[in-house]
């Protein structure tokens, strides 16, 4: 069975960049689109973004300017950095699998909240 | 703003059958499988509902999922109080600004 979990640090300064990494257990990493999708407290779903295996990217256009993926096969795991964060960065972070061509994402992790507060 | 329209929220009584429509355009619904997810309380979304009306192993035939055009909905069936989560419908949207969008979300209230 797929899973996926994130991690990384539950809280960043304004200004500075939330790293975190997502690590696939339980099946390869390789030939899938992996997504990061945000949800602040109360409110819906966004997508910021994926990566291919290949390291091919696509970003959500509203935060594509502080957006960076990338992806370590020989880990099994892919990676988010979001930069000058501000308090509306705040979210449930979670990381999906997405098969390649389908719209939808099968496997989610469990997501990590990051707070952005000084 | 989501890109996807959902209501806010649906109700109905245990037993009762629900609907929850997700209206988009073109550029999204209108030229891309949908899927549907059902998010309880504290957890990650779970797939529901995926290439428009397909279920994964495992979801009850009491969900299913349909499209006409640049709409979709997901009916749920003999509800039950377990069923009380948000649902969020979620495709890919080909415009200019392309990338994964979703609904809102709906609260569904099993009274």
């Known amino acids: 069975q797929v899973q996926l979990q994130e991690s990384g640090p539950g809280l960043v300064k304004p200004s500075e960049t939330l790293s975190l990494t997502c690590t696939v257990s339980g099946g390869s990493i390789s030939s899938y689109y992996w997504s990061w999708i945000r949800q602040p407290a109360g409110k819906g779903l966004e997508w910021i973004g994926r990566?291919?295996?290949?390291?091919?990217?696509n970003y959500n256009p509203s935060l594509k300017s502080r957006v960076t993926m990338s992806v370590d096969t020989s880990k099994n795991q892919f990676s988010l950095k979001l930069s000058s964060v501000t308090a509306a960065d705040t979210a449930v972070y979670y990381c999906?699998?997405?098969?390649?061509?389908?719209?939808?994402?099968?496997?989610w992790g469990q997501g990590t909240l990051v707070t952005v507060s000084s | 703003q989501s890109v996807l329209t959902q209501p806010p929220s649906v109700s109905a009584a245990p037993g009762q059958k629900v609907t929850i429509s997700c209206s988009g355009s073109?550029?999204?619904?209108?030229?891309?499988?949908v899927s549907w997810y059902q998010q309880l309380p504290g957890t990650a979304p779970k797939l529901l509902i995926y290439d428009n009306n397909k279920r994964p192993s495992g979801i009850p035939d009491r969900f299913s999922g349909s499209k006409s055009g640049t709409s979709a909905t997901l009916g749920i069936t003999g509800l039950q109080t377990g069923d009380e989560a948000d649902y969020y419908c979620g495709t890919w949207d080909s415009s200019l600004s392309a990338g994964q969008v979703f609904g809102g979300g709906t609260k569904l209230t099993v009274l």
């Open positions: 990566i291919y295996t290949s390291g091919s990217t």
């Open positions: 999906a699998r997405a098969i390649v061509g389908a719209t939808d994402f099968d496997y």
């Open positions: 073109s550029s999204n619904i209108g030229n891309n499988y």
